[in-house]
Each structure stands twice: as C-alpha cells, then as structure tokens.
C-alpha cells in the first residue's frame, strides 16, 4: 500500500448503504396510477442505461430521457425527486468508515467523494450521516459521471497519480474508471471491506512497509 495522498470514494454500497424504500412513496404523487407498475419496474434500467449514454446528469436532459420511455417525470418533479432523497432515504454508514474518514484527517489525507448522482441529493445524506464535515471535495453526476476519464480527472486535481487512490464496489464505475486515469483501486466487497482497508492502512503505519491490496 503506497503512502497515498488523496482518497476517492464512491458513494452507494461503498461509505453509504442505503435503503431506497422511501423513493416510491415518492413518485407515488406524480407518476399515474396506471403507469406507476410498470414505472417502478423500469425505471432503474432507464437511469442505467442514461448513465451509459450521457455524459452527465442534467434535469432536462433526464426528464427528456424518462419521456423517451414514455413516462412524463418534469424537470420540478426530479428536483423535488433529489431533495426528497436527501432527506429522506435511510442510510446505514459502512462499518469502518467513521474510524477510517478519523485516521486520514489526522494524518492530513484529502478525502473526495466520486458519485454518479446529483449532488444536492449527496450532500445532504452525508450530512445528515455525519460524514460530510471529513470531505474535501465532491464531485458528482452534475459534473460527470464515472467510468468517465474527466470524472475521474475533476476528483485527482493536480495531485500526483500514484498519490490517490479509488475506492469503491463496482468494477464497472470504479474499478475500470481508475485504470483509465492510471491511478489505484480496492474494490469494496464482501471480503474487502471498508473496515478490512482501514486496518490495511494501520498495519502500513506500524510497519512502515508496502501491504499488498488486492
């Protein structure tokens, strides 16, 4: 393990993990009735598959998308869709993650949250998970989307490629997005987990000596 400088994390099933049951409660208000069935079915595959097609998140450009499918979700009711998320979906914050987000800040790391979603939604589940006071930057869906090189360039700054480091769950976004921009990555999984990292990170410092991630 190399004496990184700046930390990228992703965001969901990563440092969050959350429950999206208060979503359709939402949506619930302004999709019709007789649409909501087939709405709720699609509708993850539908901002899946904009991901891969659009370079960004953008209000118009996402409810233009949602219409193209043949459901009306306007520009106000996305907005709404964000700030309804923020406050409102039940985030479990990934054990390790508090002690971890301590230890870097101590020994003046730089901590960067990388996440495909609009900012505003991000910003306040952080908040309101007591994560956000730790976090130097973020950059989010708003500005680019990962597996995107300028994604993951807007998150590495000017800083040195073998001073950062992603962390993340998914191959995909995470891990082929930090190949391409020629930086490192753990890759968050059952077996490698946040908590794992962190004593990684701890037995780098007591013995001074490269840890192997894998």
Same mark, same amino acid.
């Not at 971890?100 to 939604?121: A, D, G, H, R």
């Given at each position: 393990?190399?004496?990184?400088?700046?930390? $990228?994390?992703?965001?969901?099933?990563?440092?969050?993990?959350?429950?999206?049951?208060?979503?359709?409660?939402? /949506?619930?208000?302004?999709?019709?009735?007789?649409?909501? +069935?087939?709405?709720?079915?699609?509708?993850?595959?539908?901002?899946?598959?904009? +991901? $891969?097609?659009?370079?960004?998140?953008?209000?118009? +450009?996402?409810?233009?998308?949602?219409?193209?499918?043949? /459901?009306?979700?306007?520009?106000?009711?996305?907005?709404?869709?964000?700030?309804?998320?923020?406050?409102?979906?039940?985030?479990?914050?990934?054990?390790?993650?508090?002690?971890? /987000?301590?230890?870097?800040?101590?020994?003046?790391?730089?901590?960067?949250?990388?996440?495909?979603?609009?900012?505003?939604?991000?910003?306040?589940?952080?908040?309101?998970?007591?994560?956000?006071?730790?976090? *130097?930057?973020?950059?989010?869906?708003?500005?680019?989307?990962?597996?995107?090189?300028?994604?993951?360039?807007?998150?590495?700054?000017? *800083?040195?490629?073998?001073?950062?480091?992603?962390?993340?769950?998914?191959?995909?976004?995470?891990?082929?997005?930090?190949?391409?921009?020629?930086?490192?990555?753990?890759?968050? *999984?059952?077996?490698?987990?946040?908590?794992?990292?962190?004593?990684?990170?701890?037995?780098?410092?007591?013995?001074?000596?490269?840890?192997?991630?894998?």
């Amino acid at each position: 393990m190399n004496n990184y400088k700046k930390y $990228i994390f992703d965001l969901d099933y990563t440092i969050l993990i959350p429950d999206w049951s208060m979503e359709d409660e939402y /949506f619930k208000k302004y999709i019709p009735k007789e649409q909501q +069935e087939e709405f709720f079915k699609q509708k993850q595959d539908i901002l899946n598959e904009y +991901e $891969i097609t659009h370079k960004k998140y953008d209000l118009k +450009e996402l409810s233009d998308f949602f219409e193209s499918y043949g /459901f009306y979700v306007s520009e106000k009711v996305i907005y709404g869709w964000m700030i309804h998320n923020g406050n409102k979906i039940i985030d479990k914050v990934s054990d390790g993650v508090k002690e971890l /987000f301590e230890y870097l800040k101590n020994n003046k790391k730089m901590i960067v949250v990388l996440t495909n979603w609009f900012s505003e939604t991000q910003i306040l589940r952080l908040k309101r998970a007591g994560l956000y006071k730790y976090i *130097d930057k973020i950059v989010a869906g708003d500005d680019a989307m990962k597996p995107s090189l300028k994604a993951f360039e807007l998150a590495i700054e000017d *800083d040195l490629k073998d001073e950062c480091i992603m962390i993340g769950d998914s191959i995909k976004s995470d891990k082929i997005g930090a190949q391409r921009a020629g930086i490192d990555c753990y890759i968050i *999984d059952k077996e490698h987990t946040i908590m794992d990292f962190y004593n990684k990170l701890l037995s780098y410092e007591l013995n001074n000596k490269k840890v192997e991630i894998k």
